[in-house]
């Protein structure tokens, strides 16, 4: 079976769960993100949610309004309107996955205090625009807008002399299993500027305890990411996830897209054993981000020219967390490549507007992400696939392609 996701977990991350006798851990995993990343200051957090949750504290939102894509990850908004604040949620741009930055122009308003930007799927979002949109609003509104640079997804992305996590305010990183770059859990925040970074300290200092206990509960958690995700167990784990409820109890925490909350250790401080993985896996890091865009670039010249599949974007500077078609008939198409011994994902398939928790704030339809969300078929994209599972997935995709029509 070809999974739909993998960490690359080995030897080195195996190692990190071993005992470390040194203190400073997590400072390491900072220092050494922030160097990786190319900039100047890197935060650590139990997660992303919690990072942003902590952000919109820190710079005094309370109230207010936060402009953000309706195709994201709902644990993005939750940590709005927890942080207090207000989701103004835009729809996403035609032939793409991005929010629309013409409607983030028009939604902006005298309430309007920050904007997150979601390079989603690793594609960097067109900074010049959201610049000069930036300008006219603040000098329309006479107030600061803050800027999240969403990079979850997306890690490096953007022009090598301007990645997108060097734009100003924050960037902010999420690093559970399912990420580019995973330390168990985590989230990080990186700024170029001393003084937020200082201001962000400080409330970080407030905002979270450290729990001794957590380093068991994590280190119990990776191990059985290196049982799941095993080549040999992978098939069994599936099927168990499938057909009973015995695994429910590890992933209900982390999905929690039926309500509006964060879960019961987001106030925990990133474990110093989650560091050491997360320092193992920024060792990886080129290597993994030149294997995504190496077999985007064989999916594309592989699956150009099929029936009824919408191929995405190509876009220079992309790190490709996924790799998204989008097809009409998805169900057929999961149930066809799983007899192929291919799993399928489907990545984001709500739109967060239209999920019931967040009635109360959608004020209007927002048909291409909803058309997204039903669409989008992502392929195993993992650094670690060999050249054969690459050509295994492009000819089954073809294959099903052909069969449709
Ligand atoms: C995963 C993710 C985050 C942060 O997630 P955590 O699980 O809280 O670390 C933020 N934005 C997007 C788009 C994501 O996919």
Not at 85 to 103: K, S, T, Y
Not at 140 to 158: E, P, T
Not at 166 to 175: K, M, Q, S, T, W
Not at 185 to 191: K, R
Request: with cysteine.
């Amino acid at each position: 079976m070809i999974p739909r996701l993998r960490p690359t977990l080995g030897l080195k991350e195996a190692l990190a769960l071993l005992p470390s006798f040194r203190e400073d851990d997590v400072e390491r995993f900072e220092r050494t993100f922030a160097q990786t990343l190319g900039v100047d200051c890197a935060l650590a957090y139990p997660y992303g949610r919690s990072a942003l949750w902590s952000f919109l504290r820190a710079v005094g939102l309370h109230g207010d309004e936060v402009i953000l894509p309706t195709y994201t990850c709902t644990v993005v908004a939750h940590a709005i309107v927890l942080s207090g604040n207000v989701p103004r949620f835009v729809d996403i741009e035609r032939g793409g996955f991005l929010a629309d930055l013409d409607q983030v122009e028009a939604q902006i308003t005298s309430r309007t205090r920050a904007i997150v930007v979601t390079h989603l799927f690793g594609y960097p979002a067109d900074l010049e625009r959201l610049t000069a949109i930036l300008a006219r609003a603040e000098e329309a509104h006479g107030h600061q807008i803050w800027v999240v640079q969403d990079c979850a997804h997306s890690f490096g992305c953007g022009r090598p002399d301007r990645p997108v996590q060097r734009a100003p305010d924050v960037a902010l990183f999420g690093l559970n299993a399912s990420k580019l770059v995973t330390s168990i859990f985590g989230g990080v925040l990186t700024t170029e500027d001393p003084h937020l970074a200082e201001r962000l300290r400080r409330w970080r200092s407030v905002d979270f305890h450290r729990n001794p206990l957590k380093g068991l509960r994590r280190a119990a958690y990776a191990a059985a990411l290196f049982v799941a995700f095993d080549r040999r167990a992978y098939r069994g784990v599936k099927w168990l996830q499938d057909h009973t409820s015995l695994l429910d109890g590890a992933t209900r925490a982390y999905h929690l897209d039926g309500e509006i909350r964060l879960p019961p250790d987001y106030r925990e401080e990133l474990a110093p054993i989650e560091a050491r993985v997360g320092l193992a896996q920024l060792e990886r890091y080129p290597w993994m981000v030149a294997r995504r865009r190496e077999i985007a670039a064989r999916y594309r010249a592989g699956l150009s020219d099929l029936p009824g599949v919408e191929l995405p974007p190509e876009v220079e500077g992309a790190t490709y967390s996924h790799y998204v078609l989008r097809v009409a008939d998805r169900p057929r198409w999961i149930m066809e490549a799983r007899r192929a011994g291919i799993e399928l994902g489907t990545v984001i398939d709500y739109s967060v507007a239209e999920l019931p928790a967040y009635a109360r704030y959608r004020d209007r339809p927002l048909p291409r992400a909803q058309a997204a969300a039903e669409q989008a078929l992502n392929l195993p994209i993992h650094p670690s696939l060999g050249v054969d599972q690459v050509e295994a997935v492009i000819s089954c995709i073809r294959g099903i392609a052909t069969r449709g029509t």
